[in-house]
């Protein structure tokens, strides 16, 4: 049987930026909880502070109060237990694929060399890149990159893989084979994953588990169990069942997205001019 348990645990934490006299809250009282083996899903309106919380999960930034915790432990900051995958590309140009996959273990020096070379192969097999190992980065496309990418993190097993809208940017018949492939992978691997998107759709055929964030300072509105049958594919989002898990996220997303306006005479007069449509 597949554990579920809590893996990272996210608990009142708080976060503001800026100097003490005009602090900005970006986070408040956010509690959540990352189980093992799962992909957690993450969506919030537009500038609600997700890339915080993505930075919060990694390390690199550390609450001002409250906790998190991994494995029973406080995260105090960065690990390669909890890798990012983000919206920009971070391969080094100067690096083929075989070099820009192998950089981490190398500099780390913690893998024997015929082991990491063994690690690598099945790596870049499994994302499809074996005739482009010796490619450098501007000689592959939006969606290799994406692969090398994932394939650049995967070799170092992290925990829990975390990606910050990874798919961003691509165009949409190359992001739609990115995300058939990344559910393919998902559910082979059946690792921990935490998937921050800005895609309703893309988060609901990926989750287990969908976070829905508030406006900022952003908090948990909602977490929604996803259970849709696995293997899934992107023709299940015109099951009834997935327009069910839409329609109830949009209406949040909705509600919080309406907030961002409140509060100024150009809100005013938006909210006003809204709620007149029929």
């Given at each position: 049987m ?11 934490v708080f976060k ?22 799962q ?29 998190i ?15 990012v ?22 500099l780390?020096?913690?893998?024997p060399?015929?082991?990491l070379?063994e ?8 994302v499809g ?28 097993q992290p925990?829990v ?10 165009d ?16 082979e691997e059946?690792?921990?994953n ?10 609901i ?5 969908l ?16 259970d ?24 949040m ?13 150009t ?11 029929p």
């Open positions: 597949t554990d579920t348990s809590n893996l990272m645990e996210v608990t009142n503001a930026f800026g100097e003490d006299w005009g602090r900005e809250k970006v986070v408040e009282n956010l509690s959540l909880d990352i189980r093992r083996n992909l957690t899903a993450i969506v919030g309106p537009s500038g609600c502070g997700k890339s915080t919380v993505v930075n919060l999960l990694a390390g690199f930034e550390s609450p001002d109060s409250g906790q915790m991994m494995e029973g432990e406080t995260v105090l900051g960065p690990s390669k237990d909890r890798l995958v983000f919206q920009e590309t971070a391969l080094m140009p100067w690096l083929t694929t075989y070099q820009n996959v192998t950089f981490g273990p190398k780390r020096g913690d893998m060399v015929r082991s070379k690690a690598a192969d099945r790596i870049i097999d499994t890149l074996r005739e482009f190992k010796d490619k450098y980065p501007l000689q592959l496309s939006g969606g290799m990159q994406r692969r090398a990418e994932l394939a650049r993190a995967l070799i170092n925990l893989m975390i990606m910050d809208e990874p798919f961003r940017g691509l949409a018949m190359t992001r739609q084979l990115m995300q058939e492939f990344y559910l393919r992978l998902c559910e059946a690792r921990t935490v998937f921050v998107t800005s895609e309703l759709e893309e988060a055929i990926l989750a287990d588990s976070v829905v964030l508030s406006n900022r300072p952003t908090t948990v509105r909602e977490v929604i169990p996803i849709l049958p696995r293997p899934r594919n992107l023709n299940m989002l015109s099951s009834p069942a997935a327009y069910d898990y839409k329609r109830h996220a949009m209406e997303l909705h509600e919080e997205a309406l907030k961002s306006f409140s509060g100024t005479d809100g005013s007069d938006f909210l006003r001019s809204y709620a007149q449509q």
